[in-house]
């Protein structure tokens, strides 16, 4: 395991549809994190676990979004009837270690919803 | 107070030339400021990072200088190379979790 997975790397749904993406982070970091990012902006914070419980989540999350890490390792973010306003790139970073502050990112998953 | 504030937005260098881009935050709860350099289709990779106890960090040809009093931090990049072109993010990190508060990016062109 070299680094952060995520899958699908691209995802293009219809607009009311629902979709769901998974992370597969560094072995053994306890910590996973979703950002979303929209074209020309940075990252921002979504949502992040410590092993299987949920610590945080942002104000950007609506009820339509949802995210599990049920045994600790990967996790899933599922967004229901989307819309396009959800067209993003949706990244999962993990980190551990002392401070459990150096996040490593996969290459995220690209949603466009039409 | 959560914002991190970065600039400029976009940045064209000579090769050989440095880049400087600078970033400012209100929270002073930040305890970590890590830089990340993004290219198009990739997730941000990280670059270089810096903790309020230092006032300056190199690495290679990437150096970060810190400024507590006026809050303010900035990414320097010594010879610049074509292959530095990419999207660079600054970010902090909010003291109580591992979340970080990124900033706008700054999009670096260099030339050759």
């Known amino acids: 395991d070299t680094g952060v997975s995520q899958d699908p790397r691209h995802k293009i749904t219809k607009r009311g549809q629902n979709v769901t993406f998974r992370c597969d982070p560094i072995s053994e970091h306890n910590r996973l994190y979703w950002y979303r990012q929209t074209l020309g902006q940075g990252p921002e914070f979504l949502t992040y676990?410590?092993?299987?419980?949920?610590?945080?989540k942002s104000r950007l999350l609506s009820d339509r979004f949802s995210a599990e890490r049920p045994k600790g390792s990967f996790s899933t973010l599922e967004i229901q009837r989307t819309e396009q306003g959800d067209s993003a790139m949706y990244l999962c970073?993990?980190?551990?270690?002392?401070?459990?502050?150096?996040?490593?990112f996969g290459q995220g998953t690209r949603l466009t919803v039409v | 107070q959560q914002q991190v504030k970065q600039s400029p937005q976009s940045l064209i260098v000579q090769k050989g030339g440095i880049s400087i881009i600078n970033c400012a935050y209100e929270n002073t709860a930040f305890d970590y400021f890590p830089w990340y350099q993004q290219f198009p289709g990739k997730g941000p990779a990280l670059l270089i990072a810096i903790r309020p106890d230092v006032s300056e960090k190199k690495e290679g040809r990437f150096t970060i200088s810190f400024n507590k009093s006026a809050k303010q931090f900035s990414l320097h990049i010594m010879d610049s190379q074509p292959g530095d072109s990419a999207t660079y993010f600054c970010a902090a990190n909010v003291n109580q979790g591992g979340k970080l508060i990124f900033g706008q990016g700054t999009e670096l062109s260099v030339k050759p």
């Open positions: 676990f410590q092993n299987e419980a949920q610590l945080e």
């Open positions: 970073a993990s980190s551990s270690g002392q401070h459990n502050t150096e996040a490593f």
